[in-house]
């Protein structure tokens, strides 16, 4: 389809994204999500590219000061990483529980003491 441009964000970019922006540093957050250093620097271009703006400014090699742009994509992907993490979370404590939904909500219902 000619004039429709599809933007594809993979979760782990995002994840990538937001751990170089917590952590500082790509090194650290290649660190922090398992994978190598090129590859978190090939997911942040690859964003750019996406979003079709420049993420960070660098005015200094390990600076990672964000955009506009990429403080609007930084509040959204935490909240992205933040539902999959709530998501596996969830889906684990159904395992565990012999999988029954039900039980896992009422459980989380109850405070604990």
Do not use: W
Not at 27 to 54: F, N
């Amino acid at each position: 389809m000619r004039g429709c441009e599809l933007t594809v964000m993979e979760l782990m970019q995002l994840e990538m994204f937001v751990a170089v922006v917590e952590e500082g540093s790509v090194h650290r957050a290649a660190d922090r999500v398992c994978r190598t250093q090129p590859a978190v620097s090939i997911a942040l271009k690859k964003l750019a590219i996406e979003v079709g703006s420049p993420l960070f400014n660098r005015k200094h090699r390990f600076d990672y000061q964000l955009t506009p742009m990429g403080e609007v994509l930084y509040s959204y992907a935490t909240r992205l990483v933040a539902m999959r993490n709530e998501t596996v979370a969830a889906l684990r404590e159904v395992a565990h529980l012999g999988g029954s939904p039900a039980k896992a909500q009422s459980r989380k219902a109850l405070p604990c003491f």
